[in-house]
């Protein structure tokens, strides 16, 4: 039997999707099947993560197009995020299950964390040591515009 995690009340992923999109909910672009929205709790400026609407706990769960879209929506977040803070290199990737580090183990979410020579290591990153950001709402405001002005 294979454990899938329902439980959605208190999931703040599923929370965001039912509020405006804005500095408040930090949701930079809603796609068909997944969504970009800010960390809040960033590594660096711009940090995004790509997020599934639907609360499955893994990208097993999930159907090829919305693995699909969210490669896609992930690559796009590169792009947009090279023409706003001109990172040198960047971290992506996933935490799936809580034993490997993933806050909201219950909702799968890709990262994308942009990155510069001489910002905090990635251990460090790990280790909640973080570069400290701009504003959220500048950076919100950045991005989103960022974001509408880019194609797919
Ligand atoms: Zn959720």
Redesign the pocket.
Known sequence: MKFVETK?SG?V??KVQKEADGTGNLIVFRGSNAFVILNRYPYTSGHLLVVANQ?RPSLEDLDPETRGEMMELATRGMRVLRKVYQPQAFNMGSNIGAAAGAGIA??VHIHIVPRWLGDSNFMQTLAETRVIPEDLAETWRRVHLAWEASSS
């Open positions: 959605t999931c992923f599923c609360h219950g909702h």
